[in-house]
């Protein structure tokens, strides 16, 4: 009886054990594996990956250009050698080139090939070709702003043939309000249209006048609602009334809030230009909250690259443009 007792009961705790076995080990897979899940999850929302890449735009050495005679084909050259990634290109630094043979198709294509072949040797991103000097987008004039219309054709295919997502216009003309809104909207739909099978966008820039006033920049926005037509906020150019009339050179009366500015043109943004004048001995620029204006280009949910654009006096190109690209590494 006691034999046949401990028997039987021995055999149930070797099975005990061994169920318990079983399920500890089940048990410290589990955890084990839950322990793997929550590392790579930690892993996931803790990368490195910067929010936004940083590009130069030319603008920043137009003074190396055009004072001190270098090359603008080497703007590869010199954004590789100071660390960016994206290039936009502005077409006016171009010109002592290309008004020679009146922008014939053969002048655009060797600008396109030799700016291609350049980028490609410094392994950079083609963006934007600035655009100016091409006539009146916003005339009041309808043949007039046809024209202009059809002088940006050739800009729109030269971005398409280097590879760039937009040309960035200005929308000079009229600057009655009525009239700018109604001229705007036809001139950029015009062109907008065109660009679209060419898989290019057409953005506009606070650049003076009307157009620095955000409320009346959105709104043209609204009207030409088309998926290629869009804004390139720029942190800086938000006067809207000059002492002169002009749209850039004399002194400013009125201001736009930049803040408010950059916040109601985000929503249509491509491209983002990070307009620099000078620093602090910390680093952080003088004029522009960048803190501030980054937090609201996040908040737009923008991840596209963020151009460089040092416009200063007291710092000489270089440093500018170094000075505004450690601000916003240190800000991504």
């Known amino acids: 009886m006691k034999k046949h007792f401990f028997a039987k009961n021995g055999t149930l705790a070797v099975v005990m054990f061994v169920l318990l076995g079983i399920f500890s080990c089940k048990q410290n897979q589990k955890k084990e594996g839950e322990e793997s899940q929550e590392v790579a999850q ?84 083609n963006l934007i070709i600035m655009i100016d000097g091409q006539g009146d987008l916003a005339a009041a004039d309808s043949a007039e702003r046809k024209a202009a219309v059809e002088n940006h054709y050739k800009w729109v295919d030269a971005a398409a043939a280097l590879g760039c997502h937009s040309i960035r216009v200005n929308l000079n003309g009229t600057m009655e309000p009525e009239a700018w809104t109604a001229a705007s909207v036809d001139g950029l739909t015009q062109l907008s249209t065109y660009a679209k099978d060419k898989n290019i966008n057409i953005i506009v820039e606070n650049h003076g006048g009307p157009s620095s006033n955000a409320a009346m920049l959105t709104a043209i926005m609204k009207q030409v609602n088309m998926d290629n037509c869009g804004t390139l906020p720029d942190f800086g150019n938000f006067c809207i009334k000059r002492e002169a009339g002009d749209y850039y050179e004399s002194k400013c009366l009125e201001e736009y809030d930049k803040y408010q500015g950059v916040s109601e043109l985000m929503p249509y943004a491509k491209a983002v230009s990070a307009k620099s004048y000078d620093f602090d001995e910390e680093g952080n620029e003088t004029t522009i909250d960048y803190a501030k204006m980054m937090d609201i280009v996040g908040k737009a949910g923008y991840s596209g690259y963020v151009g460089v654009e040092y416009e200063g006096n007291e710092l000489g190109e270089e440093a500018g443009i170094l000075a505004t690209k450690e601000l916003l590494d240190k800000l991504r």
């Open 42 to 125: 930690e892993a996931m929302t803790t990368t490195d990956a910067p929010a936004f890449k940083i590009s130069l735009a030319q603008w920043s050495i137009h003074r190396m250009i055009r004072e001190e005679g270098m090359d603008p084909y080497r703007f590869a050259e010199k954004a590789k050698e100071w660390g960016f990634e994206g290039l936009e290109y502005v077409s006016a630094l171009y010109n002592a080139e290309l008004e020679k043979d009146n922008f014939s198709e053969e002048a655009m294509k060797k600008f396109v090939e030799k700016s291609k072949a350049e980028s490609d040797k410094y392994g950079l991103q």
